[in-house]
C-alpha cells in the first residue's frame, strides 16, 4: 500500500463549541435622539448631567463626565457671546466687553437659540435691553438701530425699478401706480438720536 504525503496531512478537528464573541449590551446605551437632546440641554441649558449621561460621557483624569461637558458649555457661550457682538458692535462697546457678556448671559436665559442659525440669536435683543435698568437708557433704541442694519445687510436683492420702465407706462397708468419699499428697508422708532450715538460709540465714546 502507497501512502503519500498528502494523505498523511489532517487539519485537527474542534475538541468543542468554539467561544462566542461577548455582545455588546444595547440596554446600556441612551436612544440617539435622546442622548442629543441630554448633551445638549446639558451644554446650552445648563442642565445637570444626569447618570444616564455620564455612563456615555467618560471621565479622563481630574475630569469627570460634568466636567468635561462643561468645557463644551463655555466654548459655546462664548460662540453666542462673539456673535452677538458682531450684531452689536456698538452697544458692546459702550457696555464694554464684561458688562456685554453679562448682558448676554442674562438675555440668553431668558431667550435661548431656537434657530439653527445664529443669524436670528439678536432677533430680541432690543426688547430685553429695554426691560433692563442699563447705566445708558439708549442701549434698546441702539439695538434696534444695529439689529436693523443686520437685516437690511441680509435682505434679499430686488430687481431695481429703471427709468424706461417709468417712461413705457401709458399717462393713464400714473394714477393707478403702486410704488413698494425694497426688502432692504427699515424704519426705526427711537426716542434718542441714535445715529449720532451709533457714530460716537465707533469713535470710543458713550454720546
Known amino acids: 500500500m502507497t501512502i503519500s504525503r498528502s494523505s ?11 467561544r462566542s464573541r461577548p455582545r455588546s449590551s444595547r440596554r446600556s446605551m441612551l436612544p440617539l435622539r435622546d442622548l442629543q ?48 457682538r458682531e450684531d452689536f458692535p456698538r452697544v458692546c462697546a459702550i457696555l464694554g466687553d464684561d458688562g456685554f ?13 431656537t434657530h439653527p442659525s445664529v443669524r436670528h440669536l439678536g432677533h430680541g435683543c432690543a426688547g430685553h435691553l429695554a426691560t433692563e435698568r442699563l447705566p445708558y437708557p439708549f442701549l434698546a433704541d441702539l439695538a434696534r438701530l444695529e439689529w436693523a ?35 432692504a428697508c427699515r424704519v426705526v422708532a427711537a426716542a434718542w438720536p441714535v445715529p449720532e450715538i451709533w457714530a460716537a460709540a465707533d469713535d470710543g465714546g458713550a454720546g
Open 149 to 183: 442694519r443686520v437685516e437690511v445687510f441680509d435682505a434679499a436683492d430686488p430687481e431695481p425699478l429703471r427709468l424706461a420702465d417709468l417712461a413705457s407706462l401709458a399717462p393713464t397708468a400714473w394714477p393707478a401706480l403702486t410704488l413698494r419699499l425694497i426688502a
Open 37 to 84: 437632546r441630554r448633551l445638549f440641554s446639558a451644554i446650552a441649558r445648563g442642565a445637570p448631567v444626569d447618570a444616564a449621561l455620564g455612563t456615555v460621557v467618560r471621565g479622563h483624569g481630574r475630569l469627570d463626565a460634568a466636567a468635561r461637558i462643561e468645557i463644551y458649555a463655555e466654548m459655546y457661550r462664548a460662540r453666542l457671546v462673539d456673535v452677538l
Open 101 to 113: 457678556s453679562a448682558l448676554v448671559g442674562r438675555y440668553l436665559a431668558r431667550h435661548p437659540s
Open 8 to 18: 498523511m496531512s489532517c487539519v485537527p478537528r474542534p475538541t468543542g463549541r468554539a
